[in-house]
């Protein structure tokens, strides 16, 4: 497809499991942004990758949770020991401007319930 | 560090009404501005934004918004409300090209647009 694709879109896990999320970008965009949607909030931004540059790591929460993109396509958001403020939609996002002007595309979110 | 407010969580606009949604921002240097739009049950969607130039942008479906410098601000406009655009509204601002830097967004404005 044309968009930004993410796996799995639903995902219920227990608490203290690990959880993988995944990103397809679009393909030729440098940029890949993950952000998190808590229940009627708005979107925190938790890690960028542009292109082969040191991803800006600066919105993670804690230790639990890292991202890995290979190159300038798939991304995986990993968040270990889940607790239940976890919980949230986790939305990917790729552009393809390095000069900050181009505008980003958006992928549906995967949702994450953590009982 | 740039930052966006958007004052109000929810605004009311009866059809056929202009609205207005209000984003102010804080930025060193000109800011890069967007606002996306982000209907029931699906992703996030690009409506417009301000890179230079005419203060006065226009957008998708009708929507505009105006780079106001001297008060920070960049409030979406839109002449005559439909219903259809009952959705919730997030400002999003990025420093120029100075390294790579993300986007920051709003918590969000919740647009409701009576008939």
């Known amino acids: 497809g044309a968009g930004v694709s993410q796996s799995p879109s639903n995902k219920v896990t227990e608490k203290g499991k690990d959880v993988e999320l995944r990103c397809d970008p679009i393909s030729g965009h440098t940029a890949l942004y993950w952000y998190r949607q808590r229940l009627g909030q708005g979107l925190e931004f938790l890690i960028y990758?542009?292109?082969?540059?040191?991803?800006?790591k600066s919105g993670l929460p804690s230790d639990r949770f890292s991202a890995e993109r290979t190159g300038e396509s798939v991304s995986t958001l990993t968040i270990q020991r889940t607790q239940q403020e976890d919980s949230a939609v986790y939305l990917c996002a790729s552009g393809q401007n390095r000069e900050n002007t181009g505008e980003l595309f958006f992928g549906e979110g995967s949702r994450l319930t953590v009982l | 560090a740039q930052s966006v407010a958007q004052p109000e969580d929810q605004v009311n606009v009866a059809e056929g009404n202009p609205l207005t949604v209000k984003c102010t921002y804080s930025v060193s240097g000109n800011p890069y501005l967007f606002w996306y739009v982000q209907y029931p049950n699906r992703g996030l969607q690009f409506l417009l934004k301000?890179?230079?130039?005419?203060?006065l942008v226009k957008g998708s479906y009708g929507f505009e918004a105006e780079f106001n410098k001297s008060q920070t601000s960049f409030h979406l406009k839109k002449p005559s409300a439909l219903v259809s655009d009952s959705a919730l509204y997030f400002c999003?601002?990025?420093?120029?090209?100075?390294?790579?830097?993300?986007?920051?967004f709003g918590k969000g404005t919740r647009l409701s647009v009576i008939a």
């Open positions: 999003a601002v990025r420093r120029p090209l100075s390294g790579n830097t993300p986007l920051v």
């Open positions: 990758f542009q292109g082969n540059s040191a991803p800006d």
């Open positions: 301000y890179i230079t130039g005419d203060n």
